[in-house]
Every structure is written in structure tokens, then in C-alpha cells.
């Protein structure tokens, strides 16, 4: 426990593969596909300013409090919990809040893996040829046809969940290492490279203002979603961050490192949305589509551009990629922990668990198409109802996981990870294990995570439901 430096699980070779391993977490679909859609829905300026304010008042310091949880107690988040609360006089009920956590990140997984085998389906798509010299209209096509597909979706839905349970089962130190090595710095370039054929559309400005210009109006919509999505964007809120911090050597600084994985993070997420908006708007395409947004801007710069089918090709992969390494951070702590609690092998964990969420998975994939009229939460016209079939309004099956787990799990969990450090664990552990040498420093970290952070969470949650 405290003060020890080896960990069951294995430990990360150097504080670089921490930041790898973290970032490799934190930037994923998050970034490049769930925060320009959001971003569209929102009314742009307005969901960008909060959540980046959401970032970097309560996602940091909750971030610096699971990282520095998992170091200390070098176990999965459960027990963590259950083994620091234990030790400073507290009872072992923290750690169903935990648990609770790990369970919402296989429901995240189950819908992440759909996604992520649709840049699996991509892959193949701008490789044969398809989105040469596509229009808007075609690129729409080209999505809808894919969703209404479920055979289709199912195929990549699988080949996605086989690919992260492949590494988990290897154990995440060996498996990730090497790849993300070479993958993330190459997916910053091609992201550049986006950005650059924005800038030739003629739009890139419009793209700029609909970031950046906040409609005041736009305010109370975008409020929950931008706090939920600041997390789901760090990777906080249900212990990913903090089993990769169990996996964390002694001597590094947790804030610094911190600090870097929040920045590369935010810093994606922009430039995914300063690359697809002026895209966007050059053809006419509608800002507000939802999820479909980037699956149907980015065939329009592929099939556009000198050598975009190889570049399209090489994309896509990336995007692959990094959802992948953030697929492998939802499973590891369940299985971390379920190694820790049974006697089953990691192959044996992984591989039930990855088809449980595969399995839960379909219910996004048919979302998309043979339940799409299912409609649950519907306010039509001032009546409520749980459930109907084909009412205009609502949230379909992936919609209600999506609100279940990033507006209301993952805040949740975000809030009980930095009561836990500052509150139960206390400042002496905490300055222990931070070991900032700048006094002041340490004290206004201290001072987000016991104060601001808790209050900001609970206000935004009470500012939602007396809107
Ligand atoms: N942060 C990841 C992304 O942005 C998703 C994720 C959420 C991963 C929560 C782990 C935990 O894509």
C-alpha cells in the first residue's frame, strides 16, 4: 500500500509511458468525433467557453485526485477506495461508489466500440476509392447507408471490441507502450493537416466565429452536457485514470503530468473542431447533426484533396487507434479488479467482460436502425412519457446510455474521487503524495479540489434540474 512502488498489475517503464498511456486514454473519439458534434448541437461558442472552463476547474483537479488515489493505494479503483478509506478510519462503503464507476465504464465501452468500428468501416471506405470527389450530399448518403445497416455495424462493432480486448488480455503495460509511441505525435500531424485544407475552403473563419462566439442564449442548454463531456474527455469520473495512476512510478510529479494530459487533450478537441467546421460550412452541411457530424464532413476533405485517399486511409486509422487506447482504459479497471478479487486469468476476465460489452453494444447498434423509433424519455408536447415508438422527440437507446453515463454517472463518480482525496484521504496525504515543492501552488490544487471542484459539480447538477 502506501509508500510501496510495485503494484501487481505491473508499472509503467517511465513517467513518458504514464503520459503516453494517459493521453492515449484521454484523446479518442471524445476529441475528434463526440466534441465537435456536441459542439454543434450546442450552439458552438457557448458549449466550447464552458466546457473549456469545466476542463480546467473541476475535470484537473479531479484528475490530479484519481491519479493520486490510484498511486497510493496501487490497486483498481474499488479497492483503492476500500483500502485508503480503511486506512484512515473510514468505512469500506466508498468503494461501491467506485464500483458503481467501473460498471459505467463498460456501458461507455459498449457504444465506444460502436463508434470505433465505424472508423474501422472508414478505413476500408476512403481506401477502395469511395469518397473521390464526393459532395455533401453523397457524404450524408454514404453515413446513412452504414448505420442502416446492422450486419454492417455489428461486423466492425466486433473487430473493434476483439482489437482492445486483445491488448487487455496481454496486460495494458506491455500492449500499449509501443504503439502509442508513434501514433498519437503522427495523429497531431494529421489532424495539422486537416486543419490545413480548412483553411482552403474559404470558411475557416465561419468555423473560428461558430467556436468562439458566445450566444449567451445558448448558456443553460449546453451546461450539463459541456461539465459530463469535460470528464468523459479526461477520462475521469469512473477510474480509468486512476488504475493507470495505480500503474504510476513514485518519483514522478502527478500535477505537472496532469497538467500535460489535460492540455494535449483540450488541444485535440480544438483543433478536431477548427478542422471540421469550416468544412462544414463550405458545404452547406448542417452544424447541429449530431453524431454523424465528422462521419459525414471528413469524406468531403478526403475526396477533395491531392493524395487524400492515402492520407484518408492513414486518418482513419489514427482515429482507430486512439479510440482504441481509450477503449483499452474503460476495460482495465473492471478487469484489474476482478483479477485482484478472483481467481479467473486476466484472459479469462477480459474476454467475458469485452462480450458483455460487446453484447450491450448492440443495443447502439440497433439505435441506428431497426430501433431507431424507439423512443424513450418523451416530452411531446408537455406530457410525459417513459416510452413510446415513434415519437418526434426523446432520446433513443444510445442516447439514454449517453445521458445516463456522461451526464449523470461520470459527474458523479468525478465528485466522489476528489471528496474522497481531499476530504477522507486529507491534505497531509495528499501533500504527501503530490509533493509540489511550490507552497502556493499546492494550496490553490488543494483549494479546487476540496472546494471548487465539489461545488461546481453540485451546482451545475441543481442549475440543470431548476432550470
Ligand atoms: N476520454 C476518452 C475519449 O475522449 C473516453 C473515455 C472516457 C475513456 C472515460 C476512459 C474513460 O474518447
Known amino acids: ?22 493521453t492515449g486514454s484521454a484523446v479518442g473519439l471524445g476529441s475528434i468525433w463526440k466534441f465537435p458534434y456536441m459542439t454543434g448541437v450546442y450552439g458552438g461558442g457557448a458549449f466550447v467557453v464552458m466546457f ?48 458503481a464507476g467501473m460498471v459505467t465504464a463498460l456501458l461507455i465501452l459498449s457504444f465506444y466500440s460502436v463508434v470505433g468500428g465505424w472508423s474501422l468501416d472508414y478505413i476500408l471506405g476512403v481506401g477502395a476509392g469511395n469518397f473521390q470527389g464526393i459532395d455533401g450530399e453523397k457524404a450524408g448518403g454514404y453515413f446513412a447507408a452504414m448505420v442502416d445497416d446492422p450486419w454492417r455495424m455489428i461486423l466492425w462493432h466486433s473487430a473493434f471490441m476483439l482489437l482492445s480486448a486483445g491488448v487487455i488480455a496481454r496486460g495494458v503495460v506491455a500492449g500499449l507502450e509501443r504503439s502509442l509511441r508513434i501514433m498519437m505525435p503522427l495523429l497531431f500531424v494529421l489532424l495539422l493537416i486537416l486543419l490545413g485544407y480548412s483553411l482552403t475552403t474559404g470558411h475557416f473563419m465561419d468555423g473560428v466565429r461558430f467556436m468562439f462566439h458566445l450566444d449567451p442564449s445558448r448558456l443553460m442548454d449546453g451546461l450539463l452536457p459541456a461539465m459530463g463531456h469535460a470528464f468523459f474527455s479526461l477520462s475521469v469520473g469512473i ?3 486512476l488504475i493507470y495512476g495505480a500503474y504510476m512510478p513514485k518519483q514522478t510529479s502527478i500535477t505537472g ?8 487533450d483540450t488541444f485535440v478537441s480544438l483543433l478536431a473542431g ?19 457530424l465528422m462521419f459525414v464532413t471528413l469524406p468531403l476533405a478526403f475526396g477533395n484533396v491531392a493524395f487524400g485517399q492515402l492520407i484518408g486511409v492513414v486518418f482513419f486509422v489514427l482515429v482507430a487507434v486512439a479510440a482504441w487506447s481509450s477503449a483499452i482504459s474503460l476495460l482495465e479497471p473492471m478487469v484489474a479488479y476482478l483479477v485482484e478479487r478472483t481467481r479467473f486469468s486476466r484472459l479469462w476476465v477480459t474476454s467475458a467482460l469485452a462480450f458483455g460489452c460487446w453484447f450491450v453494444g448492440l443495443g447502439t ?23 413510446q415508438w415513434g415519437a418526434a422527440g426523446g432520446l433513443d437507446l444510445f442516447g439514454v446510455i449517453d445521458f ?22 486529507g491534505r497531509d496525504a495528499v501533500r504527501d503524495e503530490l509533493a509540489m515543492r511550490n507552497a502556493t501552488l499546492f494550496a490553490v490544487t488543494f483549494f479546487l479540489m476540496r472546494y471548487v471542484a465539489p461545488l461546481g459539480i453540485l451546482i451545475v447538477f441543481a442549475a440543470q434540474l431548476f432550470k
Do not use: C
Not at 503530468?257 to 494535449?264: H, K, R
Not at 439505435?367 to 408537455?382: L, Y
Open 1 to 22: 500500500m502506501a509508500g510501496d512502488d510495485v503494484s501487481i498489475h505491473g508499472s509503467w517503464a517511465s513517467r513518458w509511458v504514464f503520459i503516453l498511456a494517459a
Open 52 to 99: 473549456l472552463l469545466f476542463i480546467a476547474l473541476l475535470g484537473v483537479p479531479v484528475m490530479v485526485a484519481e491519479t493520486l488515489i490510484g498511486r497510493r493505494a496501487r490497486l483498481s479503483p474499488a479497492n483503492a477506495l476500500k483500502a485508503l478509506a480503511v486506512h484512515t478510519g473510514h468505512g469500506g462503503k466508498w468503494s461501491w461508489a467506485a464500483f
Open 239 to 241: 477510474g480509468s485514470i
Open 257 to 264: 503530468t496532469v497538467m500535460a494530459v489535460a492540455l494535449l
Open 274 to 292: 477548427l478542422a471540421l467546421f469550416p468544412i462544414v460550412f463550405a458545404a452547406g452541411l448542417n452544424a447541429g447533426e449530431g453524431p454523424g
Open 365 to 387: 447498434v440497433f439505435s441506428f436502425n431497426i430501433w431507431k423509433e424507439a423512443k424513450f424519455f418523451v416530452t411531446d408536447g408537455g406530457a410525459f412519457q417513459l416510452y
Open 404 to 425: 445516463f453515463t456522461s451526464r449523470i454517472m461520470l459527474p458523479l463518480g468525478a465528485l466522489t474521487f476528489v471528496v474522497f482525496a481531499s476530504w477522507v484521504m
